[in-house]
């Protein structure tokens, strides 16, 4: 009989699945530890989530305590107390704009519920044309059906018959082919979604676009929707990037560091006239997910907020991302490196063309865990990163760029 390795692991082929050297056995701080015994500095947070590194135990006992109490407690129909105090604080950390959290269990699954909240907003308010989501070419809003058909990453969506009919896609600086679209279909429009960083590449969205996009829904009545599921929580150097648009998104998306990795949480934020349209017309979302807002992941939701404003974690990612100017300054000057780009704790460096991979994998045998990107090598490290990671990760990454000269 043939010995199969019992997990379908993401994004590999299966003749890479369970390898030793990427099979983790433990996380502490900024490091992971390797079935082979390796320990490698990780540079990715997790997948962006593991904000304040590996292993806080002051949100571990706050999930635990909360499992203890109510191990399970739902929101169909009802609801319950740790639900409201992580709204409640959520809501503080977001700013006076929003009146409303509905809970979800990833970026992808918000952006699931968002696209059916968007919808179901105009639709309330007597427009049901307005059905059409507009998303940025190259961005990344999660795999599952919603948002892979958002996703604007050729990634496969034909084979998947994945359904794109209500869905356009615009350059992240063509603030001309967005205006185009909206002459066509403005009044179709249900909302644009912008995420601050482009999640695949770390490009920045210009702030001349988000400033095109304010006065564009001015005209045309569209919600505003940013997706912060990357960017959230400090990410950046702000607690949220869309803190510093011109206007305040309608909708604001947050998961990743919303638990700092510990629970499948997200949750979309929704401004007080999206809550007021619901209520006059007392109109029922049809959204839930069993495991969403549950007590473990509010409790969550709750200590990481807190371990936020104890660590100064925001102040300390703005201060890091000064010290990242100077690294990637320091690895351009490397001849296989083009340039750096991102924002905050939220960077890549470009590569001369079709070396990402090796990069990444030179970097990983260099002891530091990197993601490879279109054109780059993305550096996503813990916000609370000290000088001597970022100096091991300085001299990883040039070890790996002199490897892959070679």
């Known amino acids: ?234 990410r950046t150097g702000r607690y949220f990037a869309s803190s510093s648009w011109p206007v305040a998104p309608d909708v604001l998306i947050t998961s990743k560091g919303l638990t700092n990795g510990t629970c499948a949480a997200s949750a979309v934020v929704v401004s007080h006239e999206i809550c007021e349209v619901f209520e006059r017309a007392d109109a029922v979302l049809v959204h839930g997910e069993t495991q969403a807002g549950t007590p473990g992941s509010c409790a969550a939701i709750l200590a990481t907020i807190e371990q936020m404003h104890e660590l100064d974690a925001v102040a300390t990612a703005a201060r890091n991302s000064v010290k990242l100017d100077a690294l990637l300054d320091r690895v351009s000057a490397h001849p296989l490196v083009n340039g750096h780009r991102g924002s905050g704790c939220f960077r890549a460096i470009t590569l001369q063309s079709g070396v990402s991979a090796q990069v990444t994998e030179a970097a990983r045998k260099a002891g530091v865990i990197v993601q490879p990107g279109p054109d780059c090598v993305q550096l996503v490290p813990a916000l609370t990163y000290g000088d001597d990671e970022l100096a091991e990760l300085e001299s990883a990454l040039l070890t790996a760029l002199d490897e892959v000269a070679r």
């Open 1 to 234: 009989m043939t010995s199969r390795h019992p997990v379908w692991e993401s994004l590999i082929p299966p003749s890479r699945y369970g390898l030793p050297d990427r099979h983790a056995v433990a996380a502490e701080g900024t490091r992971i530890r390797f079935a082979d015994g390796s320990w490698a500095l990780c540079a990715t947070s997790g997948l962006w989530n593991c904000n304040l590194g590996y292993g806080n135990k002051n949100i571990a006992e706050a999930v635990a305590e909360a499992l203890t109490n109510a191990s399970y407690l739902t929101l169909f129909r009802g609801g319950h107390h740790l639900a409201v105090r992580a709204a409640e604080a959520l809501l503080d950390v977001c700013g006076s704009s929003f009146g409303r959290v509905l809970y979800s269990t990833s970026g992808g699954a918000a952006n699931d519920a968002m696209m059916k909240l968007v919808r179901h907003f105009h639709a309330v308010r007597g427009d049901d044309r307005r059905r059409v989501v507009v998303g940025l070419t190259g961005s990344y809003h999660g795999l599952t059906y919603g948002s892979f058909s958002l996703t604007g990453e050729n990634l496969g969506q034909q084979v998947y018959g994945v359904d794109q009919r209500a869905v356009r896609h615009v350059g992240f600086s063509d603030e001309a082919e967005l205006t185009s679209l909206l002459a066509r279909e403005g009044h179709r429009v249900a909302a644009v979604v912008l995420e601050p960083v482009l999640g695949s590449g770390a490009h920045p969205v210009p702030e001349s676009f988000i400033a095109a996009v304010a006065r564009l829904r001015e005209e045309h009545g569209f919600l505003l929707v940013a997706d912060e599921v990357a960017t959230g929580f400090g």
